[in-house]
């Protein structure tokens, strides 16, 4: 048995959902592809999908061996490309995942210009937002950091800025603004629910003395865990949110938001890229992450640049390194 084949054909299978599809995309007969596939279950003693007449569904061993073959195979893909490319050849496919706001704000503006530049090069993004990240399945992984995140995790910073608070001024002029933390208990308040959780309690840190933290048990109108879910109720009027300032920026210098509670913020953020292994990082993968880093720069420089609420040059800062070693996230 070709167990490296078997492999490829298993993963194949799940990828298009049946066998015949399979057969299709590898240009085997659907007789060779079963065969293989049960080649491999012999081996491994052990059933790896489910079969019905209507669908395929993987069982919960099939589950964690197709991890690990998806990692055999990128590195056996990376590995024969490193080896035959030369230095100028940059195709394949790219697998991306980010949470939607980091697909929204900062992936998604750039993507034409990437594509100019590296034509033969396709991308692959899934937009989600998954309690433990599947790294080991993609390419380049964004991470909003959180302590939940293995600090073993081999990851690149990309972005460093803070949440502000904000609201309409249509919403100030019914409510007033708020002049101290406290005076967010009288206040219909957005919140972020991460991971699912409504979480009773906000934080707020005074910019100009990041010591301990003021905590507030305010009332939330709205529990949503969409950043732009929470920004649009926001420019409606529905309330006070945060959110990262660079994100902000644009609607604070149209004057559709206001910041409140200046200097107080609600958060310290961090965006991290994270690859699957040191080991053959595809040259794709590498230059992709140099150029989204470059043009974030740009970018977020530019609207605070015109945003009067963003003066503060210790407020936002971007920190992305030229080296090409990528760390543990704890360093």
Request: charged share 25%; net charge negative.
């Amino acid at each position: 048995m070709d167990r490296l084949l078997s492999m490829r054909v298993f993963a194949e299978v799940v990828d298009e959902g049946s066998f015949a599809g399979a057969a299709r995309a590898l240009d085997l007969s659907p007789a060779a592809v079963t065969r293989l596939v049960a080649d491999l279950e012999e081996h491994l003693d052990t059933r790896l999908l489910q079969r019905s007449t209507r669908r395929l569904a993987l069982t919960e061993a099939g589950d964690l061996y197709l991890r690990r073959v998806r990692r055999i195979l990128q590195d056996v893909d990376d590995a024969d490309a490193l080896a035959g490319q030369s230095s100028t050849d940059l195709s394949g496919i790219l697998r991306v995942q980010a949470p939607p706001v980091l697909a929204s704000y900062h992936i998604a503006p750039v993507l034409k210009e990437f594509r100019e530049l590296h034509p033969e090069i396709a991308i692959d993004l899934d937009v989600w937002s998954p309690k433990d990240p599947p790294i080991e399945d993609y390419d380049l992984t964004l991470l909003s950091a959180d302590d939940h995140y293995d600090a073993n995790v081999i990851a690149r910073k990309v972005l460093e800025s803070q949440a502000v608070l904000v609201a309409a001024p249509d919403y100030l002029r019914r409510r007033g603004a708020p002049a101290k933390p406290e005076d967010l208990k009288t206040h219909d308040c957005l919140r972020m629910k991460p991971l699912g959780t409504r979480v009773k309690i906000w934080k707020l840190w005074c910019a100009l003395d990041p010591g301990r933290p003021v905590e507030l048990d305010v009332k939330a109108v709205l529990w949503a865990n969409h950043t732009s879910t929470l920004l649009e109720a926001a420019l409606d009027g529905v309330g006070i949110t945060s959110a990262p300032i660079d994100l902000v920026a644009p609607y604070l210098t149209r004057g559709e938001l206001v910041r409140v509670l200046s200097p107080w913020i609600a958060g310290h953020l961090t965006i991290y890229a994270a690859v699957p292994s040191r080991k053959y990082i595809p040259r794709r993968t590498q230059v992709f992450f140099d150029f989204l880093v470059e043009k974030l720069r740009g970018r977020v420089a530019a609207v605070l640049k015109d945003c009067q609420d963003c003066n503060d040059e210790n407020l936002v800062f971007i920190e992305a390194t030229g080296s090409m070693e990528w760390p543990n996230m704890s360093q």
